[in-house]
């Protein structure tokens, strides 16, 4: 969004209410860096599995800005299970805002990303995550090649 105003943003604890929304912020992100995988599920598959498993196993937050879901984070003990961005918001601190709620409430976090996301990669390293094992992808659902990263809270 090179140019662009900042987005001001406000951090909240979703409900079971934002969770289509916050399925929508997930596959606009995961369209964006992942194209090749687009077609993995529906927008009602994305839907259910926000509103139903996700909802009922993570700590689920949000990032809004004029009435949008800009950005959403769903993690729980020890592990960030997932975290989109909006791709025209992305780069102004959301991400790493969310990351921190996570990093705030546990002492250590895995996370899973694609070997090919690059951003996501940097990203992670940027906030203190270390690749700790990389896969060829046969055990994950789109069968892509992945990396499993840690981060541990400094003393």
């Known amino acids: 969004m090179a140019g662009a105003e900042r987005m001001t943003a406000v951090f909240r604890k979703l409900c079971?209410?934002?969770m289509a929304e916050a399925a929508s912020v997930h596959r606009a992100s995961f369209n964006e860096r992942l194209p090749w995988l687009t077609q993995l599920h529906t927008p009602e598959?994305?839907?259910g599995y926000w509103r139903g498993h996700l909802f009922a196993t993570c700590?689920?937050?949000?990032?809004?800005g004029d009435g949008t879901l800009l950005g959403v984070i769903a993690f729980r003990e020890d592990w960030v299970d997932q975290l989109y961005i909006l791709p025209g918001v992305q780069g102004q601190g959301i991400g790493s805002r969310l990351l921190d709620i996570a990093k705030g409430a546990h002492p250590q976090l895995f996370l899973w990303?694609?070997?090919?996301?690059?951003?996501a990669r940097r990203f992670y390293e940027a906030r203190g995550f270390i690749k700790i094992e990389?896969?060829?992808?046969?055990a994950n659902e789109e069968k892509?090649?992945?990396v499993l990263c840690r981060w541990v809270r400094g003393d």
């Not at 990303?113 to 951003?119: G, L, P, S, Y």
Request: glycine share 12%; proline share 4%; hydrophobic share 25%.
């Open 144 to 146: 892509e090649p992945d």
């Open 45 to 47: 598959e994305d839907r």
């Open 113 to 119: 990303t694609f070997q090919r996301n690059a951003a």
């Open 16 to 18: 079971r209410g934002d």
């Open 134 to 138: 990389e896969t060829d992808g046969a």
């Open 59 to 64: 700590d689920i937050w949000g990032a809004e």
